[in-house]
């Protein structure tokens, strides 16, 4: 079942994450005087890892590891990342062609946003994180916790 507990606890560690990152991102930004691109990297790598142990931990509850968990998480982001967004460009490209970029552009931001966490949901769900695969994959190198 998809629309459970898990996608709630899953939709609380997306709170978190933003919360945590923008946090880190605005205080290195402001107090510490980094730079707009190492602020918001900053943002996206410390939100990315607490995202990998809050949910691989608490939303999920897996215990083993496998570098092939690792890789899938980071491959999951990145692919959801681009595959939401291009498709939320095309589409509200199409349906608004008669507003201006600029509208186009922060709709399809929402949207992608949207979709994004989706893809990434279905992605850590039934990729990353599945119970299912757990012979498969995370049995590779376990670690007892």
Do not use: P
């Amino acid at each position: 079942m998809i629309f459970d507990r898990v996608l709630l606890k899953f939709a609380a560690v997306g709170i978190i994450n933003t919360i945590a990152g923008a946090g880190l991102m605005f205080i290195l930004y402001n107090f510490f005087g980094l730079s707009y691109w190492v602020s918001s990297a900053a943002n996206y790598t410390a939100g990315g890892i607490l995202s990998f142990f809050l949910n691989k931990y608490w939303t999920f509850k897996v215990r083993k590891w496998s570098l092939f968990m690792v890789i899938a998480f980071a491959a999951t982001v990145v692919i959801s990342y681009f595959l939401a967004y291009q498709i939320a460009r095309t589409v509200i490209n199409y349906m608004l062609a008669q507003y201006s970029g600029q509208i186009r552009d922060n709709i399809a931001m929402a949207a992608g946003m949207c979709l994004y966490f989706g893809f990434n949901y279905l992605g850590q769900r039934y990729i990353v994180f599945s119970k299912s695969r757990a012979g498969d994959h995370y049995a590779d190198r376990e670690r007892s916790d």
